[in-house]
């Protein structure tokens, strides 16, 4: 079955302890990204991958790491989480970019609270 | 100004009632337009793609006016699963990476 894998599905953490949030697909799509969503705000992109070592940030990538070291997996680190990155995050993944009409498949989401 | 802007509702509207929303895009150069659905915090899905001359799946209908840079979505006959919140989503020119810009969603609740 095609999908794209996220965990953990929900976590609770502290300030400063760092956490890592993983997004594997198996779709072997060369494109993937992550968004977070927050109420009025909608879905913003944090950081995106066009292919295996190439990444480059989206909208929101402060405090936010990524790498590509396989096409499968493209993990979510954040360092010294902050409370202000509270939020619903969500790993997509798509055949390469900026083809027309490719549709994008999306993780479960991990809801994410930092206290 | 936000790239992709929708009113964001909420639209209640009763079961058989036919409902339209609207979104508009910033980037004239833009060439791909989707709609997700998104179910009470669970992932976005993939509704329909919008292409130039206007496409229906079913009764769902999606048009794109490239002129005036809006996006439409028509529900006919609405059913109480269509209750979701409905993504307009634009695809980012070359220079952005192909991304993905979500609008900000308009929630739909349909009642018996």
């Known amino acids: 079955e095609a999908q794209v894998t996220q965990n953990p599905r929900y976590l609770i953490t502290v300030t400063g302890k760092k956490l890592t949030v993983t997004c594997s697909q198996n779709?072997?799509?060369?494109?993937m990204s992550w968004y977070r969503q927050d109420p009025g705000l909608g879905l913003r992109q944090i950081y995106y991958?066009?292919?295996?070592?190439?990444?480059d940030k989206g909208d929101v990538p402060e405090g936010y790491k990524v790498s590509r070291k396989e096409k499968r997996n493209f993990p979510l680190i954040l360092e010294s989480p902050s409370p202000n990155q509270t939020s619903l995050y969500f790993c997509?993944?798509?055949?390469?970019?900026?083809?027309?009409?490719?549709?994008?498949?999306f993780g479960q989401g991990t809801r994410l609270t930092v206290v | 100004r936000k790239e992709v802007e929708q009113d964001p509702g909420p639209f209640n509207v009763p079961e058989g009632a036919t409902v339209a929303f609207n979104c508009t895009y910033s980037?004239?150069?833009?060439?791909?337009f989707f709609w997700y659905r998104q179910d009470c915090r669970k992932e976005p899905k993939l509704l329909m793609s919008?292409?130039?001359s206007g496409n229906e799946d079913g009764r769902f209908t999606a048009q794109l006016n490239r002129a005036s840079q809006y996006i439409s979505l028509l529900i006919r006959d609405s059913k109480l699963s269509d209750s979701a919140t409905y993504l307009c989503?634009?695809?980012?020119?070359?220079?952005?990476?192909?991304?993905?810009?979500f609008g900000q969603g308009t929630e739909l609740s349909v009642k018996p």
């Open positions: 991958s066009m292919n295996v070592e190439v990444t």
């Open positions: 779709m072997n799509h060369e494109y």
């Open positions: 997509a993944s798509s055949l390469r970019g900026a083809r027309r009409n490719t549709e994008a498949f």
């Open positions: 919008v292409y130039s």
């Open positions: 989503v634009v695809r980012g020119v070359r220079n952005q990476g192909g991304k993905l810009i």
């Open positions: 980037n004239s150069a833009s060439q791909s």
